[in-house]
């Protein structure tokens, strides 16, 4: 069964992403101390509107990718430096883009998986590494719209 690996905010935009055993969500803003829950991420604002609530991330897919990086003789990416807020462990990159569209749960909270988070080059300026685009395309995640407020933890199931 998927479940969350790890959970990460950062309170200001390009900040380091701080890791963290739990979470609040809260529905109609994000990850409670989070730059985009705060409206001052770097791509808050932008138009058309998104909705930025939560992003999720496979740990198979930051695998798969820093296999490809270094197999070119690139460094890997931290799961920190990738800037998605929650890691799930146990299921692939191509089952996490499936739920776009759909509810899930994180433990006790649902949430809908809006999109796909498009790789962009963000995390490889910020991380001071080559390749993120091309390495992370089809595995840069998904974002999710928060329909219950509550807590999150590592270990909390997603179904």
């Known amino acids: 069964m998927p479940k969350i690996h790890s959970i990460y905010i950062a309170s200001q935009a390009g900040e380091l992403m701080n890791k963290r055993e739990g979470a609040r969500l809260i529905v109609g803003a994000g990850i409670e101390g989070d730059r985009y829950a705060l409206g001052i991420g770097a791509f808050s604002g932008s138009i058309p509107a998104k909705v930025r609530d939560v992003s999720l991330i496979?740990?198979?897919?930051?695998?798969?990718?820093?296999?490809?990086?270094?197999?070119?003789?690139?460094?890997?990416?931290?799961?920190?430096?990738?800037?998605?807020?929650?890691?799930?462990?146990?299921?692939?990159?191509?089952?996490?883009?499936?739920?776009?569209?759909?509810?899930?749960?994180?433990?006790?909270?649902?949430?809908?998986?809006?999109?796909?988070?498009i790789p962009c080059e963000r995390p490889a300026k910020l991380s001071e590494k080559l390749n993120f685009l091309s390495a992370f395309t089809n595995r840069g995640g998904i974002r999710a719209q928060i329909l219950d407020s509550g807590d999150i933890k590592v270990g909390d199931q997603l179904s």
């Open 58 to 117: 496979a740990l198979a897919g930051i695998e798969d990718a820093n296999q490809e990086l270094e197999a070119s003789g690139l460094k890997a990416y931290l799961p920190s430096e990738v800037r998605r807020n929650i890691v799930i462990e146990g299921m692939s990159s191509d089952a996490l883009n499936q739920l776009i569209g759909k509810e899930f749960s994180l433990g006790f909270i649902r949430l809908r998986a809006t999109e796909l988070c």
